[in-house]
């Protein structure tokens, strides 16, 4: 966790590594992936990659696959000793963020808090047993709660299992009528709240912006002042650089890619 200051993080799905740091104009501390139940993600090279050229991995470790009462029960573990064994092999300190967006659309554990907080705890103490200590532990839901659903804090699996609290968010503009555009603030001020509670540096694992609806490169010039003043707590933010459900990319438009810039270089995400 850095003294001062935020992390600037990664998600390269517009590029390259070495194609998209040459366009922000640095590298990001943080490297954001994607790895399903079975994927072995402390043995990808891109993970060992990552801490040869001086980058955090951020772990993104989905359960697709997984029946919670099967981790539960115990009746993985063979899977989980196997992925604590490889990151304790790492031997150096990375984000890992089990299941996450757990009260929105993905539902692990079928939207039952005491399931997914069991199954939750129960990989956590493995990897605790054997001996995966330098893992850091980021517990990150959505930005939203699912309609009907239990709101966040529900799911939070106690202060001893999470090292970093976080939230995945995004500004989807007003591209479709049941979407509104999000200044950085608003999006986030209700569930900062709520884990700052906690008292534990957060992370921001997923975010952008659209273009459609307002100026995408004014919104990328309000996340550090913001920070800065309202959000203190948030201690590294990840950009999901694609263009996927919404255009994501940094490089939607001139004026964008320059705000990024800008914000890249900034010293407030360079501590």
Same mark, same amino acid.
């Given at each position: 966790m850095p003294a001062h200051g935020a992390l600037l993080g990664h998600y390269y799905g517009a590029g390259s590594i070495a194609q998209t740091d040459a366009r922000i104009?640095?590298?990001?501390?943080?490297?954001?992936?994607?790895? &399903?139940?079975?994927?072995?993600? $402390?043995?990808?090279?891109?993970?060992?990659?990552?801490?040869?050229d001086g980058r955090i991995p951020l772990v993104n470790w989905e359960?697709?696959? $997984?029946?919670?009462? =099967?981790?539960?029960?115990? =009746?993985?573990d063979a899977t989980i000793r196997q992925r604590a064994d490889g990151a304790? !092999?790492? $031997?150096?300190?990375?984000?890992?963020?089990?299941?996450?967006e757990?009260?929105?659309?993905?539902?692990?554990?079928?939207? =039952?808090?005491?399931?997914?907080?069991? !199954?939750?705890?129960?990989?956590?103490?493995?990897?605790?047993q054997r001996g995966a200590t330098n893992v850091v532990w980021a517990w990150c839901p959505n930005v939203t709660d699912s309609p009907e659903a239990p709101s966040a804090l529900a799911y939070y699996p106690g202060d001893q299992y999470v090292d970093w609290t976080g939230v995945d968010g995004y500004?989807?503009?007003? &591209?479709?009528?049941?979407?509104?555009?999000?200044?950085?603030?608003?999006?986030?001020?209700?569930?900062?709240?709520?884990? $700052?509670t906690k008292g534990k540096p957060i992370i921001i694992a997923e975010t952008a912006s659209d273009e459609t609806g307002g100026s995408k490169a004014a919104w990328i010039n309000d996340v550090i002042p913001t920070l800065?003043?309202?959000?203190p707590l948030i201690k590294a933010l990840v950009w999901f650089d694609v263009d996927k459900e919404r255009h994501w990319q940094i490089n939607s438009s001139p004026l964008s890619l320059t705000s990024y810039q800008r914000m890249a270089k900034d010293p407030y995400l360079n501590p």
């Open positions: 104009g640095r590298k990001p501390a943080v490297h954001l992936t994607y790895y &399903s139940w079975l994927d072995d993600w $402390a043995g990808s090279p891109t993970t060992r990659a990552d801490f040869a359960p697709f696959g $997984a029946d919670f009462d =099967d981790i539960v029960n115990g =009746d993985l304790r !092999a790492l $031997a150096k300190p990375f984000f890992l963020d089990f299941a996450a757990m009260n929105e659309e993905e539902g692990w554990g079928g939207h =039952d808090p005491k399931k997914y907080i069991a !199954a939750y705890r129960h990989i956590h103490d493995i990897f605790v500004n989807w503009g007003t &591209s479709d009528p049941d979407s509104q555009w999000q200044t950085f603030y608003d999006l986030f001020a209700d569930i900062y709240a709520k884990l $700052a800065m003043t309202k959000f």
